[in-house]
C-alpha cells in the first residue's frame, strides 16, 4: 500500500462547477497535509495545507482534513479552465525523518 | 532575487557520462532534497539533507550521489548515467514551522542517450 494515495484521474469538471480531489494516507503520524498544483511542464506549486481536522478556505479553495478517516480533500469551487493541472496531494510524516511523502497525483481538467 | 534555482534547464547526455544538476537556494532553509518525476510514478525522493554535510537516502537513492558543503548549494551526480535516470528532476528546500512548506525549484530535464 502507497503512503498517499490519489485517483490519477482525468477528472473532468464542466466550468463553474466544483471539483472534488480526493486524497487517502496511511501513516496515523502524519501531521500536515498540502496540495501543490502543477501545470504541465512546470514544478509543483503550493497552493493549500491544513493540519487541523475541518475545513481551511482559501478563496476558491477549500482543503478538508479528516484524520480519523484518513483523508484529505481539495474542494474548487466556480472551476476555470486555468484550474486544468495535476494536483499532488503531499504528507508530512514527522516519524519518517521530516520527509514530506507525495502522492503521484490528480490529473483535473475543466470543460469550457 | 531569492528563491530556488535549478541548472542546466536541459541536459542531454550520453549512458556511462557523469552528469552533475546544480541546485541553489537564497533562504537559508535547512532542509533541501532531490526529486525525480515519470510518468506513473509522480515524485520519487532521491536524497535529501537536513543540514550542511548531513544527508540522507530517500526512496531511489542507487546511482546517484550528493554533497552539502554550503547550506544554499545542493548538488545530484549521476556517477555513470543510465538510460532510465531519464527524467524531470526536481530540487526543494523546506521552510520548517507550522506549515513546513516546501518550494520547488522549475525542474532539470536530463536525457540519457
Same mark, same amino acid.
Given at each position: 500500500?502507497?503512503?498517499?494515495?490519489?485517483?490519477?484521474?482525468?477528472?473532468?469538471?464542466?466550468?463553474?462547477?466544483?471539483?472534488?480531489?480526493?486524497?487517502? %494516507?496511511?501513516?496515523?503520524?502524519?501531521?500536515? *497535509?498540502?496540495? %501543490?498544483?502543477? %501545470?504541465?511542464?512546470?514544478?509543483?506549486?503550493?497552493?493549500?495545507?491544513? %493540519?487541523?481536522?475541518?475545513?481551511?478556505?482559501?478563496?476558491?479553495?477549500? /482543503?478538508?482534513?479528516?484524520? /480519523?478517516?484518513?483523508?484529505?480533500?481539495?474542494?474548487?469551487?466556480?472551476?476555470?479552465?486555468?484550474?486544468?493541472? @495535476?494536483?499532488?496531494?503531499?504528507?508530512?510524516?514527522?516519524? +519518517?525523518?521530516?520527509?514530506?511523502?507525495?502522492?503521484?497525483? @490528480?490529473?483535473?481538467?475543466?470543460?469550457? | 532575487?531569492?528563491?530556488?534555482?535549478?541548472?542546466?534547464?536541459?541536459k542531454i547526455t550520453e549512458t556511462g557520462r557523469q552528469v552533475?544538476?546544480?541546485?541553489?537556494?537564497?533562504?537559508?532553509? +535547512?532542509?533541501? *532534497?532531490?526529486?525525480r518525476?515519470d510518468l506513473g510514478h509522480?515524485?520519487?525522493?532521491?536524497?535529501?539533507? /537536513?543540514?550542511?554535510?548531513?544527508?540522507?537516502?530517500?526512496?531511489v537513492?542507487d546511482g546517484y550521489?550528493? +554533497?552539502?558543503?554550503?547550506?544554499?548549494?545542493?548538488?545530484?551526480?549521476l556517477e555513470s548515467a543510465t538510460r532510465s535516470q531519464t527524467s524531470v528532476y526536481?530540487?526543494?528546500?523546506?521552510?520548517?514551522?507550522? +506549515?513546513?512548506?516546501?518550494?520547488?525549484?522549475?525542474?532539470?530535464r536530463l536525457t540519457v542517450l
Amino acid at each position: 500500500q502507497k503512503e498517499v494515495e490519489q485517483n490519477s484521474g482525468p477528472l473532468s469538471v464542466p466550468e463553474g462547477a466544483i471539483a472534488s480531489l480526493n486524497c487517502t %494516507y496511511s501513516d496515523r503520524g502524519s501531521q500536515s *497535509f498540502f496540495w %501543490y498544483r502543477q %501545470y504541465s511542464g512546470k514544478s509543483p506549486e503550493l497552493i493549500m495545507f491544513i %493540519y487541523s481536522n475541518g475545513d481551511k478556505e482559501d478563496g476558491r479553495f477549500t /482543503a478538508q482534513l479528516n484524520k /480519523a478517516s484518513q483523508y484529505v480533500s481539495l474542494l474548487i469551487r466556480d472551476s476555470q479552465p486555468s484550474d486544468s493541472a @495535476t494536483y499532488l496531494c503531499a504528507v508530512f510524516i514527522y516519524s +519518517s525523518a521530516s520527509k514530506i511523502i507525495f502522492g503521484s497525483g @490528480t490529473r483535473l481538467s475543466i470543460r469550457p | 532575487d531569492a528563491g530556488i534555482t535549478q541548472s542546466p534547464r536541459y541536459k542531454i547526455t550520453e549512458t556511462g557520462r557523469q552528469v552533475t544538476l546544480m541546485c541553489h537556494q537564497t533562504w537559508s532553509h +535547512s532542509y533541501m *532534497f532531490w526529486y525525480r518525476q515519470d510518468l506513473g510514478h509522480g515524485l520519487r525522493l532521491i536524497y535529501y539533507s /537536513a543540514a550542511a554535510d548531513i544527508t540522507d537516502k530517500g526512496e531511489v537513492p542507487d546511482g546517484y550521489v550528493v +554533497s552539502r558543503s554550503k547550506t544554499e548549494n545542493f548538488p545530484l551526480t549521476l556517477e555513470s548515467a543510465t538510460r532510465s535516470q531519464t527524467s524531470v528532476y526536481f530540487c526543494a528546500s523546506r521552510r520548517q514551522g507550522i +506549515s513546513d512548506t516546501q518550494y520547488f525549484g522549475p525542474g532539470t530535464r536530463l536525457t540519457v542517450l
